[in-house]
Antibody, heavy 118, light 107 residues
Framework: EVQLVESGGGLVQPGRSLKLSCAAS????????MAWVRQTPTKGLEWVAS????????YYRDSVKGRFTISRDNAKNTQYLQMDSLRSEDTATYYC???????????WGQGVMVTVSS | DIQMTQSPASLSASLGETVTIECLAS??????LAWYQQKPGKSPQLLIY???SLNDGVPSRFSGSGSGTQYSLKINSLQSEDVSIYFC?????????FGGGTKLELK
């Protein structure tokens, strides 16, 4: 059974950093692209970042470029999202998702809440 | 960015009814469209990919169609467990973008 389990969320002050992790199981992690997607009641679903199978290619939405870093450790079956210089508008539920052939998102984690507030 | 406009924003239908949700892309996305179902308090689940391919385990009453800029999700014989929010998503061009969602309720 495919499982994606996010961790690392919480309350953080503006300008500070947070690192999300996503532990994968039930499939050959290194064969799949991975992504992070966030959701808020006002903005809906927003793709945040994606990473290729080997980690050599990464992609970001403009609003997080230069502040967020997506990475993965195929030996640990885990992907990460390092979030620096956090802003209030980054407040959201963040989902880890699996992306076959860097296209649609066929499995999603349960989500982790990130709140950026002083 | 490619804009995805979903309609209607909300929909009320009776058990056994057929419902259709539309998604309009701001430019041709060449069938690189997925549909997701999100039940209350849960994460989204993939229903349809490449506009009309049914994901494994998804009931056959769900179907997708469309091309170019216009796509639709059809649910035949509505069941109580279909009460959800439905989203479309284009994965033709970065940044991937989602529709605003359609909230489906039972009448």
């Amino acid at each position: 059974e495919v499982q994606l389990v996010e961790s690392g969320g919480g309350l953080v002050q503006p300008g500070r950093s947070l690192k999300l992790s996503c532990a994968a199981s039930g499939f050959t992690f290194s064969n799949y692209g991975m992504a992070w997607v966030r959701q808020t009641p006002t903005k809906g679903l927003e793709w945040v970042a994606s990473i290729s199978t080997g980690g050599g290619n990464t992609y970001y939405r403009d609003s997080v470029k230069g502040r967020f870093t997506i990475s993965r450790d195929n030996a640990k079956n885990t992907q990460y999202l390092q979030m620096d210089s956090l802003r209030s508008e980054d407040t959201a539920t963040y989902y880890c998702a699996r992306s076959p052939i860097d296209t649609y998102l066929d499995y999603w984690g349960q989500g982790v809440m990130v709140t950026v507030s002083s | 960015d490619i804009q995805m406009t979903q309609s209607p924003a909300s929909l009320s239908a009776s058990l056994g009814e057929t419902v259709t949700i539309e998604c309009l892309a701001s430019e041709d996305i060449y069938s690189n469209l997925a549909w997701y179902q999100q039940k209350p308090g849960k994460s989204p689940q993939l229903l349809i990919y490449y506009a009309n391919s049914l994901n494994d385990g998804v009931p056959s009453r769900f179907s997708g169609s469309g091309s170019g800029t216009q796509y639709s999700l059809k649910i035949n014989s509505l069941q109580s467990e279909d009460v959800s929010i439905y989203f479309c998503q284009q994965n033709y061009d970065s940044p991937w973008t989602f529709g605003g969602g359609t909230k489906l309720e039972l009448k």
